[in-house]
Structure formats: structure tokens, C-alpha cells
């Protein structure tokens, strides 16, 4: 009888019918991984049909490193005065985005620490700058809880401080900051960062804004299947208001599992081995997170932690889209040793092919820019360059 109310779940779920949090943790516990992926593979082809597979041209720049947090998986915040610490000129950052740009890249992925002493006029200042210096360049920075630090900073609410931020140029919010949104683990792995209420009361702000949004979610904090899913239908809830409400959601989901060493507190614990997950955890994952955000319509792949052939496999179990090129990344690399590598279009162009795919050029909003339909086109695309840009920071006293 088990067996068969599965296979009756993933016949539902595969038709584009909605599963309830107890459907869905029923499937999590107990579907084939691979039964799964087909699901999760057929309703892709619902939500996003045909074999183009998207990618996006970007750069993470890290603003500052300044962090009151102390998040236990983190490795790259330094506390401020620490003779690590660093806020980075405008003319740095635009220095970045200069070569982003030369490398056919549209947006800039731009997140810090929660900085106590920057005033309000720095973060305006930086976006006007970017945007009058770097106009082809979108301006997608400041995750949910740099959003509210601010707010704290500077005595003002949320829709204030997003408010100011647009005006300046801010474009869209990445996802970051959401790891797992359930208090109860929150509270362990980042007890000083915002909570799941607020988390979801900043994107929900944006939305109505018109700011471009992703959700984000990391598992291998120890957390239950319950808690996964009750991530998952949070977001599922957001999305399912502020579409009706103002027709902006998020764009896109992306998970991917916990990265530690001895670089952070979390690795340090002599509970370490407890956390982190596998790839085939990663991909059982993302299969029920295409069956459970029916109201998400792409999903990205994290090959930046799985590495890329974990990248193609993915693309078979719910993913339509295979992230972005990073042409610079300073914190996943910083909480493992191994996880982090370069990717330029032409890589991504042969991972997303040899997986049976046509390669596309997009931009945040999944706009098609480039649908490469012919093999040679990908001849044609710019190449990294040799050497990996250096993070030249300014120390901030």
C-alpha cells in the first residue's frame, strides 16, 4: 500500500497537481531517488518545456568582509578593526564590473557582511556610481539581512531602506541568507541573523517593489525532512502571495549543502562530522523542491559546491537552468577548501550539451539574450581570463 500511494503521489505531482507538506514529506522519505528525478524531470517540461537549459554571465562581488553575525558556517566575515577587515573602494568594484562586462557579462551579484558603521549614503552612493560608470551591468545586491542590518543601522523600516536603495539604482535581491528558514535551526547554526519572519518579510517587500528576487536554501545543518519542507512551503507561500498581489515573485530556487572545513566554527565542532550532505542528498533534494515551489518556475543548479558533473546530472532532476559563470566568488570558497572552480560560458556550454541540452544565454529575469543552436556558435563566446581576478581590498579602520 506504501508503495503504491508513492507511485500515486508521483503520477499527481508529474500531472502538475499541487502535493500537500504531508505528501511531500511522505515522498521525501520514502520515493526512489530515481523515481523522483523523472517526477521532478517531468514537471520541468510543465513549467519550462523544450531542451534549452539557461545560464547566466555574472560576477559575486564581496563588498566588505565587516560581520556583527558570527554565523557558525562562515569563514569569510572578520569582525571589524580585525587587520583582515576590509570595505572596498567604488572605484574597485567598478573596476570589477568593468571586466565582467568585457567577458559579456549583465549582472553583478553584490553581498557583504552586516557592516555596524557604513552610513546610508555609502550604499547609495556605490549603486549611483556602478549605475552611472557600469549602465550594462544590473546592480543585484544586498541579501535579506544586509537589508535589515541596514534598517537597524540607520533607524529606518524596510520599505524605507529598499525604497532608497532602488532609487539609487538597486535592481534585484539575491537569495542569500536563507540557509534554513526554521527558527529552531536558525537558531543554532546563526543565532544573531535575522529570523525566518524576517527573511521573508524583506523579499516580501522587494516583490512588491518590483525588485528582481531568487530564494535560496542550504541543507546539512542537521536539520529533519520536516524542517526541509517547511522551508520549501514558506516559500511556496510568499510566492503564492506576491504573485497575486503584485504578479513579481521569485524568479528562481536554488539549494545546495553546507560547506565547512577548519575554516569555520561549524567544521571546528567536534560535532562536525553531523553536517553537510551528499550529492545524492543534493539531487533527492532538488527533485522535491520542483514537485513542492509549483508556483516557481525554474530551479538553478549549485555547481559551484557539487561540482559539474553533479551539475549535469541535476539537470534531470527538476533543474532548467545551470547558474551563472561566478566569474568571482570570496565565501563559498572561504568555508571549504576544494569546492570552488572557474567557469566560463564555453565550459558551461559543453557541460549543459554533453548532458543533451542547447546552451541559451539569459539574463536575471530569464530573459533569453543567446540560444546557441548550432555547436560552433559556442566557439564564439569570450573566454575567462588567464588568471583569476585578485580581490584587492581596502582596509576599513
Known amino acids: ?42 514537471v520541468r517540461q510543465l513549467r519550462v518545456p523544450g531542451n534549452i537549459v539557461t545560464y547566466l554571465v555574472d560576477r559575486n562581488v564581496n563588498y566588505t568582509n565587516v560581520c556583527t553575525t558570527n554565523c557558525q558556517f562562515c569563514g569569510f ?38 557592516h555596524p558603521e557604513l552610513p546610508l549614503s555609502w550604499y ?39 525604497t532608497e536603495l532602488k532609487a539609487a539604482g538597486l535592481a534585484g535581491l539575491p537569495g542569500g541568507g536563507a540557509e534554513i528558514l526554521d527558527d529552531a535551526i536558525r537558531s543554532q547554526v546563526s543565532p544573531l541573523k535575522q529570523k525566518t ?23 546539512g545543518f542537521g536539520e529533519t525532512l520536516a524542517q526541509r519542507l517547511n522551508h520549501l512551503m514558506r516559500l511556496r507561500d510568499l510566492q503564492d502571495y506576491s504573485l497575486a498581489e503584485h504578479g513579481n515573485g ?74 551563472s559563470t561566478m566569474l568571482e566568488e570570496n565565501v563559498v570558497s572561504q568555508a571549504a577548501y576544494d ?16 548532458a543533451g541540452y542547447v546552451p541559451a544565454k539569459r539574463d536575471t529575469r530569464y530573459n533569453l539574450l543567446k540560444v546557441f543552436d548550432d555547436p560552433t556558435e559556442s566557439d564564439t563566446v569570450p573566454t575567462l581570463p588567464e588568471t583569476q581576478p585578485t580581490v584587492i581590498p581596502l582596509m576599513a579602520n
Request: a negative charge; proline letters at 3%.
Open 1 to 42: 500500500m506504501a508503495e503504491n500511494n508513492v507511485r500515486y503521489l508521483l503520477d499527481k505531482a508529474a500531472a502538475g497537481e499541487r502535493l500537500t507538506p504531508e505528501e511531500g514529506l511522505h515522498l521525501y522519505a520514502e520515493a526512489d531517488l530515481l523515481d523522483l528525478g523523472m517526477a521532478a524531470d517531468a
Open 124 to 162: 547609495t552612493g556605490l549603486l549611483r556610481y556602478l549605475r552611472e560608470n557600469h549602465p550594462s551591468i544590473e546592480l543585484d545586491c544586498f541579501s535579506p539581512s544586509e537589508i535589515a542590518n541596514m534598517a537597524d543601522v540607520f533607524s529606518l523600516s524596510i520599505p524605507e531602506v529598499l
Open 197 to 219: 519572519d524576517g527573511w521573508l518579510t524583506v523579499m516580501r517587500e522587494a516583490q512588491r517593489l518590483g525588485l528582481a528576487t531568487s530564494a535560496t536554501m542550504v541543507i
Open 250 to 323: 521569485f524568479t528562481a530556487f536554488i539549494s545546495w549543502t553546507v560547506q565547512h572545513s577548519d575554516m569555520t566554527s561549524l567544521g571546528r565542532s567536534k560535532f562536525s562530522t553531523n553536517y553537510g550532505a551528499t550529492s545524492a542528498e543534493y539531487l533527492r533534494h532538488t527533485a522535491i523542491a520542483r514537485l513542492m515551489l509549483d508556483n516557481f518556475p525554474h530551479l538553478q543548479a549549485s555547481w559551484v559546491t557539487q561540482g559539474p558533473k553533479i551539475g549535469q546530472v541535476s539537470l534531470k532532476f527538476g533543474i532548467d537552468d545551470f547558474g
Open 339 to 354: 569546492t570552488y572552480q572557474r567557469m566560463g560560458e564555453r565550459e558551461i556550454h559543453h557541460y549543459i550539451r554533453d
Open 77 to 114: 566575515y572578520r569582525p571589524l578593526g580585525h587587520a583582515e577587515a576590509y570595505v572596498q573602494s567604488y572605484e574597485s568594484i567598478g573596476q570589477r564590473l568593468a571586466e565582467l562586462a568585457s567577458v559579456g557579462g549583465t549582472r553583478v551579484l553584490m553581498q557583504g557582511g552586516h
